[in-house]
């Protein structure tokens, strides 16, 4: 039974997280990524599986290529912790569940989840009732994007230390986004301390993609016009790395989608491959 919500995160947030759970329910292991938590906020209709935007194979490749960003970014995360950085930002958090299902590594870092108010609500509420809790070194911090409130500065007022460095995660969310509007926040970025981190994903443009993906990708983008968030922007590799550089990043790289297919999917037998479409940037500060 789905829980009642007068608050929710977006759909784009919840197809994300079901996606990481159905890796788990219908693929054979070894999982890439074991992520049922999700799940369990999003508190979906009992036949959630059976919405068209969930058929187990026709979204196998999509699904894929979540749950193989998700591991990069906390293979990412646990590797910088290793090294000593102590905070971790999450750019439209949306239902990550880094915190609850990685405590050994979370709690080491003071993680910061950003996102809109309404959504930030509707997961403390969502949190306490399942009994994860806030613990105090996961803060949840509202920023309203659309009235171009100052994200930087609400990170401080809720402890983030602008003299140390960061681990900086925006998923899923530049194509959302006018270009313009993610160069801004790459300079708010570059301002961090030095040895900050950055893991930002992009779409590439529709003829960079294998022709196998390209139905999925017009689907994709037919089903968030459709909820009235667009797709608005795409990015060549060079083009991404240009506007980074343009930034001030000190170090820029380009990680591509088919490098992480080969990371974690290469040994498998169930023939289970992520999708192209959808690539990394990594930059230093």
Do not use: C
């Not at 591991?71 to 750019?91: K, S």
């Not at 996102?115 to 994860?132: H, I, N, S």
């Amino acid at each position: 039974m789905a829980v009642e919500q007068t608050q929710a995160p977006d759909n784009t947030a919840v197809r994300t997280a079901l996606w990481r759970a159905m890796h788990v329910q219908v693929d054979p292991p070894p999982h890439v990524l074991k992520d049922e938590i999700g799940l369990q906020l999003a508190a979906p209709d009992a036949d959630w599986r059976h919405r068209p935007d969930m058929d187990p194979h026709t979204t196998s490749r999509l699904r894929a290529a979540i749950v193989a960003r998700a591991r990069f970014i906390e293979d990412l995360i646990t590797e910088q912790a290793d090294r000593g950085v102590t905070q971790y930002i999450i750019l439209g958090a949306g239902l990550d569940t880094f915190a609850q299902r990685r405590p050994e590594v979370a709690s080491r870092l003071r993680v910061f989840e950003i996102d809109q108010p309404e959504t930030q609500a509707w997961k403390r509420q969502r949190l306490v009732e399942l009994g994860y809790g806030i613990p105090d070194w996961l803060r949840l911090v509202p920023v309203d994007f659309e009235t171009n409130e100052d994200w930087l500065k609400k990170l401080v007022a809720t402890g983030f230390d602008s003299d140390r460095p960061a681990v900086i995660v925006s998923t899923g969310v530049t194509m959302y986004l006018t270009k313009d509007a993610t160069a801004a926040t790459l300079r708010q970025i570059t301002g961090l301390a030095p040895g900050s981190t950055l893991a930002m994903t992009f779409l590439l443009p529709t003829e960079l993609l294998d022709d196998t993906d390209r139905p999925g990708l017009r689907a994709s983008k037919e089903g968030a016009q459709a909820s009235g968030t667009p797709f608005i922007s795409f990015y060549t590799p060079p083009e991404m790395l240009a506007l980074a550089r343009e930034a001030g990043f000190a170090d820029v790289r380009h990680v591509s989608g088919g490098s992480l297919a080969e990371r974690y999917f290469a040994d498998r037998t169930d023939g289970l491959r992520p999708s192209s479409g959808e690539d990394l940037l990594l930059a230093t500060t």
